[in-house]
């Protein structure tokens, strides 16, 4: 009789809502705007704000975006991050493998108790946040020493980042280059990072250095020039100042200088979601269509088995 596997991973993702319909974007936005890691303004003041204008405006905005990427197996992040798993699993056969959303379902805590009732006693949780920030790690983090103080007989592994770890970076240049292989060359590869307010870099959020990193590694593993590649920030949210440059008005001035030609990539995002199917792949293409350039989205690592390789061996150095 086979014994449980006593090691497990748990692979986190950040979430999505479960349809892509206004009530369920409300539900999943109500969860992810209303934790304090991701928006840093006092529950009084921030949730009858969050509450009585923003989910009532936002719900059926994003829901109509949802419903252009929207697969036919459900959302492309939790389609993509549960074949993920499943490729890790074929990659660490010896182990549990999971995977846990930090909002939504599979809830990260739950997730975790089903893993130590199957016989786990040892889990590594690896979040798919390969640049660490307090915005999105800490916050699991945050949720992981909350189920620890419950859990003493169980021993978490936690991986903090892999903004530079070399299998990561030769999976994404890998994805690059294969991509170029088969449909040409841009005159400019663009890096497009997840934003954060520049308030939290100025506190001391490592996350614009360890994207500069990431760019830079990969760039090198491709043998690009310095002039060969950009990288900026996308999703900004609110009025305050975010990471600098904003990636699309940068896409947009090059473009009015002269450049026809662009490959983007998102090495912020293990998964493709709505940032980067509906904002970038549809959205900065239309708008330098409109300024006379062209521009082709290079996915992200989703299950590619080399994606599952690199992370497995995370893992298990964890």
Same mark, same amino acid.
């Given at each position: 009789?086979?014994?449980?596997?006593?090691?497990? *991973?748990?692979? +986190?993702?950040?979430?999505?809502? #479960?349809?892509?319909?206004?009530? =369920? @974007?409300?539900?999943?936005?109500? &969860?992810?705007?209303?934790?304090?890691?991701?928006?840093?303004?006092?529950?009084?003041?921030?949730?009858?704000?969050?509450?009585?204008?923003?989910?009532?405006?936002?719900?059926?905005?994003?829901?109509?975006?949802?419903?252009?990427?929207?697969?036919?197996?459900?959302?492309?992040?939790?389609?993509?991050?549960?074949?993920?798993?499943?490729?890790?699993?074929?990659?660490?056969?010896?182990?549990?493998?999971?995977?846990?959303?930090?909002?939504?379902?599979?809830?990260?805590?739950?997730?975790?108790?089903?893993?130590?009732?199957?016989?786990?006693?040892?889990?590594?949780?690896?979040?798919?946040?390969?640049?660490?920030?307090?915005?999105?790690?800490?916050?699991?983090?945050?949720?992981?020493?909350?189920?620890?103080?419950?859990?003493?007989?169980?021993? *978490?592994?936690? +991986?903090?980042?892999?903004?530079? #770890?070399?299998?990561?970076?030769? =999976? @994404?240049?890998?994805?690059?280059? &294969?991509?170029?292989?088969?449909?040409?060359?841009?005159?400019?590869?663009?890096?497009?990072?997840?934003?954060?307010?520049?308030?939290?870099?100025?506190?001391?959020?490592?996350?614009?250095?360890?994207?500069?990193?990431?760019?830079?590694?990969?760039?090198?593993?491709?043998?690009?020039?310095?002039?060969?590649?950009?990288?900026?920030?996308?999703?900004?949210?609110?009025?305050?100042?975010?990471?600098?440059?904003?990636?699309?008005?940068?896409?947009?001035?090059?473009?009015?200088?002269?450049?026809?030609?662009?490959?983007?990539?998102?090495?912020?995002?293990?998964?493709?979601?709505?940032?980067?199917?509906?904002?970038?792949?549809?959205?900065?293409?239309?708008?330098?269509?409109?300024?006379?350039?062209?521009?082709?989205?290079?996915?992200?690592?989703?299950?590619?088995?080399?994606?599952?390789?690199?992370?497995?061996?995370?893992?298990?150095? =964890?």
């Amino acid at each position: 009789m086979n014994q449980p596997a006593r090691t497990a *991973l748990l692979v +986190v993702n950040l979430g999505t809502p #479960d349809t892509p319909t206004a009530p =369920a @974007v409300r539900r999943y936005l109500a &969860e992810f705007l209303g934790d304090p890691r991701v928006v840093a303004i006092p529950k009084l003041l921030w949730w009858p704000l969050l509450h009585g204008v923003i989910l009532p405006l936002r719900g059926s905005r994003s829901a109509a975006k949802y419903a252009q990427v929207w697969l036919p197996e459900g959302s492309p992040l939790a389609v993509y991050t549960q074949r993920l798993a499943k490729g890790l699993q074929a990659e660490l056969p010896d182990w549990q493998v999971r995977h846990a959303m930090r909002y939504g379902q599979p809830a990260l805590e739950p997730a975790l108790d089903v893993l130590v009732a199957d016989g786990a006693r040892e889990i590594v949780v690896l979040p798919l946040y390969p640049q660490y920030s307090t915005t999105t790690t800490a916050s699991i983090e945050d949720k992981l020493d909350a189920w620890q103080a419950r859990n003493r007989q169980v021993t *978490l592994r936690r +991986v903090r980042d892999y903004a530079i #770890d070399a299998d990561w970076v030769d =999976a @994404v240049a890998g994805s690059i280059r &294969e991509y170029w292989q088969h449909n040409g060359h841009g005159e400019q590869l663009v890096f497009s990072f997840h934003g954060i307010p520049q308030r939290l870099a100025d506190q001391g959020d490592p996350y614009p250095q360890r994207c500069e990193a990431s760019a830079q590694a990969i760039a090198n593993a491709l043998g690009l020039a310095d002039g060969e590649w950009k990288m900026g920030y996308q999703s900004r949210f609110g009025r305050e100042t975010w990471l600098q440059p904003y990636a699309e008005p940068m896409l947009w001035e090059m473009a009015e200088a002269g450049v026809r030609s662009f490959d983007v990539v998102c090495p912020g995002f293990a998964t493709d979601c709505l940032e980067t199917l509906e904002e970038v792949a549809m959205g900065f293409t239309e708008t330098l269509a409109e300024r006379g350039a062209s521009m082709r989205y290079i996915p992200c690592l989703n299950d590619a088995p080399a994606h599952a390789r690199a992370l497995a061996a995370i893992a298990r150095s =964890a």
